[in-house]
């Protein structure tokens, strides 16, 4: 409201887009408003309050870019969404940089994936109504296992639905067996790439490079003879490509994604969507 300049929110509402207002709240509020203030109005959600529809796809108008620019700054990516809204917003700004298309196309992708992916959690916890409130929110934070289990005759595997290493690379939980719904919807993201590319006159080989690779990575020599591991994972690329100035190189998709190989090769891509699916708010299984 401060941003648009109206003095209530009735006002606003009746003269500006809801979807363009909605995503301005991710990039506009910081991550401690939305979840210590914004998130408190949806304990009140209930399963009436949601509608089944297509996802929407907006280009936002360019008089979101200037109060945009902090946030593109920071996540270096001008792409977001909304799980619960069912959104997927592009920020009218350019970084300037190598790859960008690229990975502008990806995210898209990978989000237009993610949002059914809760969509169907939502469902779910719809038939549940007196826990349906909580349930919705801590799925929107991205709740995820912080106790550590007993070891027993059974594998334990955790249900992880974040990029835990982006905080801290040694979180124990990093090295436990686990999936992670992420790396999934990338899977999906890099299959929708490789159908582009068939659909787009001479682009079909170009980008047929990136088939299969979410989960491969090897150790290379650096300049100073050094092994160094080297993801092939398309996003741990092009956010390295970003970040070359900066020498700093990406691995956490690549290492999401090859834990969820793992269970793929004893198991297959259905179980691995159904376990995710099924204990993703419980946080782990046994098997």
Known sequence: MEYLGYVSVDEMLQKEDLFEVYSALRFI???????????????????????TREIVARALPEKWSKIAASFVSKKWH???????????????????????LLRMISLIFHYFHEIPFYSELFKKNAEFPETFAANIISLL?????????????????LVIQRYLAKDDEDD??????????????????????LRLGEALDGQSVDLSFWAGLDWVGDYFKDEAGNDTL??????????????????????????????????????????????????????YFEI
């Open 141 to 157: 934070r991205g709740d995820v296992w912080d106790r550590r289990l007993p070891e027993g005759e059974k594998t334990l595997w």
């Open 230 to 283: 080297v993801s092939f994972n398309l996003v741990d690329t092009v956010m390295s490509l970003v970040k070359e100035r900066e020498m700093i190189k990406y691995l956490y998709h690549h290492e999401e994604a090859l834990w969820n190989q793992i269970f793929t090769e004893y198991f297959n891509f259905d179980d691995l969507e159904k376990f995710t699916k099924e204990y993703l708010s419980q946080g």
């Open 172 to 193: 124990w939980r990093l090295f436990t067996p686990h999936l992670n719904p992420e790396a999934i919807h990338w899977t999906k993201a890099g299959q929708d790439i």
């Open 29 to 51: 509020e910081g991550n401690e408003w939305l979840n210590g203030v914004f998130f408190k109005q949806y304990e009140n959600l209930k399963p009436a309050d949601f509608e």
């Open 78 to 100: 001008n792409v977001s969404h909304l799980k619960e809204l069912g959104v997927v917003f592009v920020i009218p700004i350019s970084l300037g940089i190598s790859g960008e």
